[in-house]
Structures are given as C-alpha cells and as structure tokens.
C-alpha cells in the first residue's frame, strides 16, 4: 500500500466514523401542495352560502387524513359549514378536491370584515409518517341588509343610522272592488228571485193562481202523469181565491164576486166539467183530450193575469 492510498483510505474511514457518530438526517418527505379557490370578497349578506373549493396534491403513497379537517357545523356565532364534500378521498397519492360550503349568520349596521378560518391538514404515508399543511383563511367584507344614510356617522347619537322605512306602494283596488260589488249584486238577485219564487219575498204576496201557474210549470218538467195533481192544483186557486171551496154550481157567484174573470167564464166552465168527468166518471171524451197540461197552465197563465189587474 502506497502512502498516497492509505491517506484515502483513512480520509474514508474518518468519514465514516464521523457520520455515525453525529448521525445522517434522513431526507425530508414532500410537502402537500394546496390551491386554494375562494368565491368573491366582498357584497356578502347574512344568509349567503360562501363555497371555498381546495386542491391537495399528495406525494405518491401518502393518504389525507379527514378527521384533521374542520367538520360540520356551527364554526362560530356567525359562521356555520353547512356542506364538505371530497373527490378520490381515499387516493394515495395524487390530486384530492375538497369544496367547503360555509353559510353566514350575521347582519351588520354597516360593510366590516370577516375571515372563514385557516386550518391545518395531515396526511399519512406509508410507514406511518405524517405530513402537515396549512389551508389559509379568507378575508372578505360582508354588507348590511338595510340601506345606510352616506353622511350619517355611525356611533353618534345626533345621527340616524338607518334609512326610515319606505311608504309601501299602494295597489289598485278599483278592479277587486267592482268585482265585490258585481258578486253581491248577483247574490242579491238570486236570493230575490228565490223568495219571488217561493212566495217569501217580505211586503209582496203572490196570487193564488200566480203560484199555480209556477207550480204547473214544475209538473210539465216531471216525468210521471201529472193531470191530476194539475187538476187539483187548480181547484185550490179558485178556492183560495174565492174564500171557500168552489164547485161547477157556483161559478155565477164566484164570477159576481170576481168580476175580472168575466171574459174566461167559458174556459173556466170547460175546466170544471172536465174535472168533474176526470175524478167522477173516469171517461175523456174527444173534446176532452185537449186538456192536457199545457192547456191547464195556459188557463192558469190567464187567471193570474187577471187577478194582477184586479
């Protein structure tokens, strides 16, 4: 060995000696790469929803650790993260995106600033270790809901801060109001037209032949034989008209003491022998068969005209 070899070879071995002697610090692991991407900073209101999206690149092998990350909830008194939700979570290695979706809870009096809160992630590799990195916070300035007076001073007691309430515009009622009136007209109407109908309007009495006439139109719209409680019908309003129950014989009393029905004392007499073959004998002869329910109610129809002039 020549002199030149062993001051290599000792310069080796010292190297060596040196190195374990102080110990060799390892290489340092690779940092998380974060990029971050924050919505705007400012004309936030309360009850605005901020979405923050951040993008972790993990080193190969390296898995990002959730339970470091902030969970859901209430943050503060005025911040809540209402929503998180990843992509390739579980990865090892590569690119993780997380989105943050914060709601805001507070109104100021006047724009002031804000920050959603930093934090810090951890990530574990392979063997166990872990690696760290911050998510910075974000600043941005929320807005008051109420429109603020510009030359106002806030804090003073000689100024207003807030706007007085704007006069509420007033609607057009014309239209609602017409229609109101229309709909209770036509109420109106339809319950005096059931009274008249029904011999129940107040301070006016219908006729008895003028209820017949009504109430023969009712039965001309029945299905069932109808003559006879036509024929009956009309006998009540000569009754009722006359005071007391009136027979063929007493038509000459009953046209003196009702002289308005003078002109109709043929048709009347027709009526009332009709009648009488109807309940008593039971036969119709040809002339008879005219005597259907529109003749009755046309009969009918002529007496109230009468009794309403008389």
């Known amino acids: 060995m020549t002199h030149s070899s062993a001051i290599v070879g000792s310069s080796w071995l010292l190297g060596l000696m040196l190195a374990l002697a102080i110990g060799v610090t390892p290489a340092r692991a690779a940092d998380i790469d974060v990029a971050v991407k924050n919505p705007r900073a400012y004309g936030h209101v309360v009850g605005d929803r901020l979405t923050r999206g951040v993008r972790f690149t993990l080193p190969d092998g390296y898995r990002l650790e959730r339970t470091s990350l902030p969970g859901q ?7 809540d993260l209402v929503a998180l939700s990843f992509d390739a979570l579980d990865e090892r290695g590569g690119r993780v995106e997380a989105t ?3 709601q805001l809870f507070y109104a100021p009096l ?10 810090t992630v951890r990530a574990v590799g392979p063997d166990d270790d872990v690696i760290e990195a911050r998510v910075p916070g974000f600043a941005f300035t929320m807005s008051p809901l109420i429109e ?15 706007l007085p309430d704007e006069r509420p ?61 036509a024929l009956r019908v009309l006998h009540r309003a000569f009754d009722a008209t006359a005071g007391r129950a009136v027979f063929a014989e007493d038509l000459d009393g009953f046209v003196a003491a009702h002289p308005a029905f003078a002109d109709l004392r043929d048709e009347i007499d027709t009526f009332f022998a009709f009648s009488r073959r109807f309940f008593f004998v039971g036969v119709e002869s040809n002339g008879d068969r005219r005597h259907t329910l529109t003749e009755l109610q046309r009969l009918a ?3 109230r005209r009468r009794e309403a002039r008389a």
């Open 73 to 79: 909830g209430k943050l503060n008194y005025w911040l």
């Open 100 to 102: 943050f979706v914060y």
């Open 110 to 119: 006047q724009a002031g600033r804000r920050e959603l809160p930093s934090f």
């Open 148 to 162: 603020l007076q510009s030359e106002a001073e806030f804090g003073s007691q000689d100024n207003d801060i807030m």
């Open 169 to 229: 515009g007033l609607r057009d009622v014309a239209a609602p109001r017409r229609t109101a009136l229309i709909s209770v007209v036509i109420a109106w109407v339809a319950v005096l037209a059931w009274a008249w109908i029904s011999d129940r309007l107040p301070g006016y009495k219908r006729g008895p032949f003028a209820l017949a006439a009504a109430r023969l139109k009712r039965l001309r719209r029945g299905t069932e034989p109808a003559t006879p409680s």
């Open 301 to 303: 129809e002529q007496c």
